[in-house]
């Protein structure tokens, strides 16, 4: 069967210059965005169910986005003015630039891991191990900032900010596609709770990442388009090579 049209669980591109569209235009499929899965704030009165204080500490390690607009929601939401003294630890130059939308960006407060990697992130606290860390996170995560931490030997403590849901579809909502596209296990746990009689027969499946493609195995799916590989780094790549095949 012929694939024709194409769900990406992802937001909808910002710009038209997008592989997506034009693999759309290459092989005349239509490529619907809509992502099964979004991120929520945690509600103030959970938040403080963790007996967390944000002011206690003097330094906050930030791994994404996420994490740097869910802090500075609850510090609003809570009224917790942020010292100009607080340090930030990010993992990426481009999240470090990220603070700006909250915070004046100075260099000798916030650090960030030039290779994009943790253990470069992890040099820069170590010179500055008297500073006490927090970390907010979502609510599914691993243990690899903590275990990090605990090896430098500094003060820290973990903090769940915000948490991942499902995009709920509604019953007037058309689901006709030909071909899903996954880059999350939550998007598969997401398509399960709004399909529980999911029914894959010819739709095709594709996800990115491993853990990603375990899901669909674990959740009894045939996956049919595995990336990333040697010849396609990218999902759109990927995509792009097996629509051409399929659809000969």
Do not use: W
Not at 14 to 33: L, R, T
Not at 120 to 138: C, F, G, R, W
Request: glycine fraction near 2%; include cysteine; hydrophobic fraction near 40%.
């Amino acid at each position: 069967m012929k694939i024709r049209k194409v769900l990406v669980s992802q937001p909808k591109p910002a710009s038209e210059k997008s592989p997506y569209y034009d693999i759309a235009d290459k092989y005349g499929v239509k490529i619907d965005f809509r992502p099964f899965i979004k991120i929520e704030c945690l509600p103030v009165k959970e938040f403080r169910q963790q007996r967390i204080s944000i002011l206690d500490y003097t330094a906050v390690i930030f791994t994404s986005r996420h994490a740097i607009d869910h802090f500075f929601h609850l510090c609003t939401e809570m009224r917790v003015a942020i010292p100009e003294s607080m340090k930030y630890f990010c993992v990426t130059e481009a999240v470090a630039l990220y603070i700006q939308k909250y915070v004046q960006y100075r260099k000798r407060k916030i650090f960030f891991a030039a290779t994009g990697k943790m253990e470069d992130l992890a040099s820069s606290i170590q010179k500055h191990k008297t500073e006490k860390y927090l970390v907010p996170m979502s609510d599914v995560h691993n243990d690899d900032i903590r275990n990090m931490l605990d090896k430098l030997k500094v003060q820290h403590a973990e903090a769940v900010m915000y948490r991942t849901v499902s995009n709920d579809f509604s019953e007037e909502d058309v689901f006709d596609y030909d071909m899903l596209v996954f880059f999350s296990p939550s998007g598969v746990t997401s398509l399960m709770k709004n399909f529980p009689n999911f029914d894959q027969k010819e739709i095709r499946i594709g996800t990115f990442g491993s853990t990603t493609a375990q899901a669909v195995r674990d959740a009894g799916l045939r996956l049919d388009l595995e990336a990333p590989s040697v010849k396609a780094p990218s999902m759109t790549a990927a995509l792009d090579l097996f629509i051409k095949e399929n659809n000969e």
